[in-house]
Structure formats: C-alpha cells, structure tokens
C-alpha cells in the first residue's frame, strides 16, 4: 500500500512563494502526480514525475527524489484563484493512484 | 459530450435503497475508476478497471459494485445503501498509457 503525507493547509500573500511538502512510503512506485481541486470542483492534472529532479510549467513547478520519497510542488506569483485544495498522488505498476489528504492553500491579499 | 460525465449531480437516498451511479466518458480511455472524497481523508479508490471486461477493487470496495461492459461506460452501484456512504463521489478516466487521470464534476451522495 501507500502512505502519503502532506500539511493539511497553508497561507500565503498575493505574489509571493508557497512549497507544499509531500512524502510517501510505496511499495511500488511509478510516478507521482499533483492536482489541484477548487472548493466543489473536480481535480484537475498539474504536474507529473517519475524521474528525480524539477519540472516546471509556468507558475507551477514540481520535484521528486526518488530516494527519498520526497516532492514538493512549488507555486510561484501567487494569485488569488490559485486558493485551492493541492492532491499529492502516487501511482502504482497497475496505474492506480493513491492520493493524500490534500494541502488546502489560502492566498490573501 | 467531451470528457467524463456523472449522473445524477446530487442525490439524497434512505438507508436500505439501491442507487446506480452513471459515469461515461468519451476520450476512449481504457482506465476508469471511482473514488470517494470524504473531509480529511481525501480520495480514495473504490473500484476501477483497467479495460472493458475487468474490473478490480480498490482500497475501499465492501458496499459497492462495478461492471465495464463497454468501454465508455463505468456505473457504480450500491447495492443496499448505509449512512457511512454518503460522500462525494468522483469518476476518473485516463489512457494507460500515460496514466493521468481525468475527473468527472462529482456525484455527492447523501444517505440518511
């Protein structure tokens, strides 16, 4: 099975920086996956690794070691529509995700 | 249609009750799969399937059932409804190939 965790929410100001943390035990790993899910939304795909090392697109980019069982999504230039609940997920060899609790991000003015 | 659809929106059921959830997609994706949301729990997976014809449970199945009988369609069922089921319930699809999946806008199912 999976273990994954990540803080439950986070504040930040228009404009600035926010890393939301996600750590994961697996017994078997074929990528990691970060979503982004609006208060009475569906998810929605951000980004996705399976080798270490960043992935950036535009505002958003996302890091994976492998080794670690370590990846962050960064989300730079803050703006208030990017309020949302942040899903971390795990996929397994049978393309099964495993997702974490959430990162409910709040950006004020 | 473009993408995944679910139906009904919402529904408020009494104990004991069958209900069918619909969910049909149109991107021919070979993956389908249904999860919960619960608060503070997050997603987790109920049933899925990785091509018509077969199906698999998740880490929450008992209480549920699935059939893929085409490849567009994914209906959920609960067989004899129990208050614990009420939640959001949400159907995903994606091409095996790339494994991203793409979510449909949600059933919240209330049972009481």
């Known amino acids: 099975g999976q273990n994954i965790d990540q803080p439950t929410e986070m504040t930040a100001t228009e404009g600035a920086i926010v890393q939301i943390n996600c750590t994961y035990q697996?017994?078997?790993?074929?990528?990691l996956f970060w979503y982004q899910q609006h208060a009475g939304e569906a998810p929605t795909f951000l980004s996705y690794?399976?080798?270490?090392g960043l992935e950036e697109k535009g505002r958003f980019s996302s890091f994976l070691s492998r080794s670690k069982g370590y990846s962050y999504l960064l989300l730079k230039e803050l703006q208030m529509k990017d309020s949302a609940s942040y899903l971390c997920a795990v996929r397994d060899g049978d393309y099964k995700l495993s997702f974490g609790a959430g990162t409910t991000v709040t950006v004020r003015a | 249609i473009a993408g995944i659809t679910q139906a009904p929106t919402s529904q408020i059921l009494a104990a004991g009750r069958r209900m069918t959830l619909r969910c049909t997609q149109d991107?021919?994706?070979?993956?389908m799969y249904w999860y919960r949301q619960d608060l503070g729990l997050g997603l987790r997976l109920i049933h899925y399937s990785n091509t018509a014809g077969t199906t698999g449970k998740g880490e929450v199945p008992d209480g549920y059932s699935v059939s893929r009988a085409n490849t567009d369609d994914f209906p959920l069922t609960l067989a004899s409804a129990v208050p614990s089921q009420t939640s959001v319930y949400f159907c995903?699809?994606?091409?095996?190939?790339?494994?991203?999946?793409?979510f449909g806008p949600g059933t919240r199912l209330t049972v009481t």
């Open positions: 995903a699809s994606s091409d095996s190939g790339t494994g991203e999946q793409y």
């Open positions: 697996t017994s078997g790993f074929n990528g």
């Open positions: 690794n399976v080798l270490d």
């Open positions: 991107m021919r994706h070979n993956a």
